[in-house]
């Protein structure tokens, strides 16, 4: 087969299920790959030889920094089509003002740690993936409620602040920043309002989070109010949430090096399997210059 002969386009709705077996054909390689595929399919490019589908490309939007990540079939391994999908996505992204690009590998999986490292990925920080099953927690007195339009700024600033300072704690994040409000942002958070809590004490928010399906997604205690049992109160709210939403389980993900692992095993999450970041400079690789030829986009 040449490489010439691949054809790009966004995912074809129809090919979903197609697409669906083709990443459980490989479960350590496919199994995040199939999360996106549930919940933003948008963000899927599919390869084809003819009709047949051979890979799929988690290709973000270009943004100072994009993540991107490439799935080929088993079948089709060692033919050079995961390095040429993976540079031709990143010389897109780079003409479109990526200037950091991020990749992931599950830990324990050797074959696409070294694919990583051969394409200059270098490594950036590791996340530990927690669940719970272990049903609802006895009922407690939360001052817990649904976000409103209003908390905005409040709440934004209480994350934003929390997670900047969880980075610089952990060390892996040089560039992190105090992320600053927009109103972009908060036409998102409006979007999907039934979804963010916010905890209060004495009036005021105290924490704040962002829950989807079964995975609390994000989770924050104001600084200055850490370590006083607000996060334990909260955090055995939202697990009660989810479950009263339906859901058996309750899932989780934690910046290895973060001490809030040490209340998420108190409160009897359990790791399930860890995922390896890395990231590389385009533009400073030489690595984004050479390799076979593809169309020249994906579409």
Known sequence: MKLSDIRCERLREKDSLTATKLLSLDADTGHDLLQVLEEEPELLIAAYVDETLIALVQLEASAPQSHLNVFVAPQYRRQGIGRALMQVAEAQLQAGGTRKISTSVRSGVSPSLAFARSLGYTPYYSLI?????????????????????????????????????????????????????????????????????????????????????????????????????????????????????????????????????????SLGFQETHRMEYMIKSPDNSEHSRSGPALPASLQ
Not at 224 to 242: A, P, V
Request: aromatic share 10%; with cysteine.
């Open 129 to 265: 993936y927690m669940e719970r099953t272990g049903g609802s927690f006895p009922q407690e007195t939360a001052s817990a409620r649904l976000y409103r339009d209003e908390d905005f700024v409040d709440a934004h600033s209480l994350y934003a602040t929390a997670f900047h300072e969880m980075r610089v704690r952990v060390g892996c994040f040089p560039d992190s920043v105090v992320a600053e409000p927009n109103e972009g942002r908060r036409t998102a958070w409006a979007a999907d309002a039934q979804d963010r809590l916010v905890y209060e004490l004495d009036g005021k928010i105290a924490a704040y989070s962002h829950i989807h399906g079964n995975e609390i997604s994000s989770v924050s205690v104001r600084s200055d109010l850490q370590r006083r049992g607000i996060g334990r109160t909260f955090m055995k709210y939202l697990c009660n949430e989810i479950h009263r939403r339906g859901y058996t389980s309750v899932i989780l993900s934690c910046v290895v090096g973060n001490e809030a692992i040490h209340l998420y095993n």
